[in-house]
């Protein structure tokens, strides 16, 4: 037997024992409400065998969508929260015309105002120093059941030096970071109804940046600016207002590895004051039992909804061991798939209520041979 798959074995005993001191813990502090705190150790995610990373999930009235990283964009739907949830057709109907491939990172799904529906999405340009270096694009369609038409004319965001048509929003080299490419795109609705696009430049240092979007939420409407700046990998920015304040849930770590987590800024300010604001551990590994809890879409609804990717193995059928890469060994594989969460929010900020559970793992059907 490999150390792996010893290793295997005694991870979930491990986490469970680190789980039940958690709740004990929490159950000090709590004491009656604690029966509404988290429940399910580890999650399950809403489906195990299709891949879908970078989430954003919206609701149209009717089921829920999912649109995550994949070729032209991955998606998936249902008429439930924590059943019934199918594959669809890529996101998008046709690569834009300015990009290298249709290889989508993290797609952003959005409202129009006009009640149709907006894409953002990042997909590798020429240019630019390397080939996953990417700009961001703006995608629409009339409703969700049908696939996104990019706007081929132009990226939304690029960076200066990419071979295509001047961007809507030009993000200028920056002394400090490195001549990359942007990632990571957010939409951010104000009170007012003023739109904003928060992104993410790639390398390290990380870079959160900014920009005001025109009223249809498909060109910038001025300069983008710096929001953060972070030695380390903080991405993902998702811009949340509650009890006052604005919330920056924001990704920070190795995507590949189970180390990676959701954390959250706060401030009083949208446009300043993150890159001094304190930050906080929202969910990891050691406190929801998923390998890598990242990607989180916030959705606006009662009860408050976060949605997250998580590492899943063959062969454990549930969360990836804690030494668990994507980076390291083809043949210990894993796939990123959707989580549910429940959210309260406090004076002292987002805090993680409970987990939904969705459907208990079944093997795949074997291959079917001939005589």
Known sequence: MSGALRGRRRGPAVTLSLWVLCLVVAGLGTGPAAADEVVGFPPRPLFWEQPLADPSVVHDGTRWFAAGTGWRGGTASSAQEYAGWAPGAPLLDSRPLWARNGDVWAPELERAADGTWLAYYSIPVAGLPRTDDRCIGVATAPDLATPFTPLHTQPLVCPEGAATAPASDVVRHAPGLPTRGVIDPSSYVAADGRRFLLYRTQGTPSSI???????????AAGPSRELLRDPGVLENPEMVDARGWHHLLLSRGDFGRCGYRTVWRRSASVRRGWETASETVLLDRAGTGICGPG?????PMTPHRLFVHGWVCDGVNGPCEWSYSSHDDPLRRGRRVLYL???????????LARFGQGPAWTPPPEPVTGP
Do not use: E, H, I
């Not at 940046?209 to 060109?219: C, F, I, N, P, Y």
């Not at 969460?341 to 805090?351: H, Q």
């Open 295 to 299: 990607g989180a879409d916030y959705v």
């Open 209 to 219: 940046r900014m920009v005001r979007l025109t009223a249809s939420g498909r060109r």
């Open 341 to 351: 969460a429940r959210l309260r929010w406090t004076a002292d900020g987002p805090v």
